[in-house]
């Protein structure tokens, strides 16, 4: 393993205009130049690999290997053309308890103003398990887009791999695995599934998703309910 400091480097070396990551008979290797005769600068073990994959990011590079993820300019302010959308960084806590800033809309969603809600009885619309069903779904999205080449096509996506014996980690793994948790969690909405996939991962506004789905206004939240109940039983919250 190379180590703190030289996972920093690899890093800084990762972001320069022609720096990238491919294998070799021992582990990594980090170059500066358009191909395989390029000097190795850094040599890296499968840990540093998975440590990059998980910060900086990594996605496949057309002439074999990997580089790092472009990071994110983010926006402030609505955007011309998309209703309902502010962009914005927000704080969010990584899986391994780092703080980090992603891009994200930070005009209040479909979910949380209809958590705060009401019926006639005075009951929240949406339950506890329903809002926490859609914020996972949102996460595990989050989670499988982060892989390289992966879309929100979540029916098309590749089967598992088959086969025995240990093989070398691909950046895109644990994102492969995050889209199929989304397609199963979608296709447990059922008739739901559109709305769902509008709300909760495309963070479209209730009133956009009704109008792109052809339904009357004010309906959406109905559907809405449905199928974040659906996904509340598919992650066992209720």
């Given at each position: 393993m190379s180590g703190g400091h030289g996972l920093e480097r690899a890093r800084r070396l990762l972001a320069l205009p022609e720096g990238w990551l491919g294998?070799?008979?021992?582990?990594?290797?980090?170059?500066?130049?358009?191909d395989r005769r390029a000097r190795v600068m850094l040599?890296?073990?499968?840990?540093?690999f998975r440590a990059l994959t998980?910060?900086?990011?990594?996605?496949?590079?057309?002439?074999?290997?990997?580089?790092?993820?472009?990071?994110?300019t983010a926006r402030t302010g609505p955007q011309a053309g998309r209703p309902g959308v502010t962009d914005g960084l927000r704080v969010v806590m990584e899986a391994d308890g780092r703080a980090?800033?992603?891009?994200?809309?930070?005009?209040?969603?479909?979910?949380a103003w209809l958590a705060g809600r009401a019926d006639?009885?005075?009951?929240?619309?949406?339950?506890?398990?329903?809002?926490?069903?859609a914020e996972l779904l949102a996460l595990e999205a989050e989670r499988a887009q982060r892989g390289p080449g992966l879309t929100m096509q979540w029916d098309a996506l590749p089967g598992p791999r088959s086969g025995r014996g240990a093989r070398r980690a691909e950046p895109g793994d644990p994102a492969l695995a995050a889209?199929?948790?989304?397609?199963?969690?979608?296709?447990?909405?059922?008739?739901?599934?559109?709305?769902?996939?509008?709300?909760?991962?495309?963070?479209?506004p209730l009133q956009a998703a009704e109008q792109s789905l052809g339904l009357r206004r004010r309906t959406g939240k109905a559907v809405l309910k449905q199928g974040l109940a659906a996904l509340a039983r598919h992650y066992r919250l209720a």
């Amino acid at each position: 393993m190379s180590g703190g400091h030289g996972l920093e480097r690899a890093r800084r070396l990762l972001a320069l205009p022609e720096g990238w990551l491919g294998t070799t008979p021992g582990g990594y290797a980090v170059r500066t130049g358009p191909d395989r005769r390029a000097r190795v600068m850094l040599t890296l073990d499968e840990a540093d690999f998975r440590a990059l994959t998980a910060h900086p990011g990594l996605k496949t590079r057309p002439g074999g290997g990997w580089t790092a993820r472009a990071a994110v300019t983010a926006r402030t302010g609505p955007q011309a053309g998309r209703p309902g959308v502010t962009d914005g960084l927000r704080v969010v806590m990584e899986a391994d308890g780092r703080a980090v800033e992603r891009q994200a809309n930070l005009t209040t969603s479909a979910v949380a103003w209809l958590a705060g809600r009401a019926d006639a009885d005075g009951a929240r619309w949406l339950s506890r398990a329903e809002v926490a069903a859609a914020e996972l779904l949102a996460l595990e999205a989050e989670r499988a887009q982060r892989g390289p080449g992966l879309t929100m096509q979540w029916d098309a996506l590749p089967g598992p791999r088959s086969g025995r014996g240990a093989r070398r980690a691909e950046p895109g793994d644990p994102a492969l695995a995050a889209a199929r948790r989304v397609a199963k969690a979608l296709a447990a909405c059922a008739g739901a599934r559109t709305m769902v996939e509008h709300i909760c991962i495309r963070a479209t506004p209730l009133q956009a998703a009704e109008q792109s789905l052809g339904l009357r206004r004010r309906t959406g939240k109905a559907v809405l309910k449905q199928g974040l109940a659906a996904l509340a039983r598919h992650y066992r919250l209720a």
